[in-house]
């Protein structure tokens, strides 16, 4: 009984992993979301809005 589901586990889990990832592989590469990839990769860069409620203390004279 073991050694069945063991099989059957190991043969069915390994389809569905490369399906799923084929499925992640295709959703990257689409075309049509270059440009949304392009903006999350910017965000961190963005020194124009902080965090929702965050201080950044912009505009104020520290010293």
Same mark, same amino acid.
């Given at each position: 009984?073991? $050694?069945?589901?063991?099989? +059957?586990?190991?043969?069915?889990?390994?389809?569905?992993?490369?399906?799923?990832?084929? %499925?992640?592989?295709?959703?990257?590469?689409? !075309? %049509?979301?270059? $440009? =949304? +990839?392009?903006?999350?990769?910017?965000? !961190?860069?963005?020194?124009? $809005? @902080? !965090? $929702? %409620? +965050?201080?950044? %203390?912009?505009? =104020?004279?520290? @010293?």
């Amino acid at each position: 009984m073991y $050694e069945a589901l063991s099989q +059957f586990a190991q043969t069915w889990g390994l389809l569905l992993f490369v399906l799923l990832f084929a %499925g992640v592989l295709v959703y990257a590469l689409w !075309p %049509g979301n270059g $440009e =949304r +990839f392009q903006q999350a990769a910017q965000m !961190p860069l963005d020194d124009a $809005e @902080g !965090p $929702e %409620g +965050f201080d950044t %203390g912009k505009g =104020r004279n520290h @010293g």
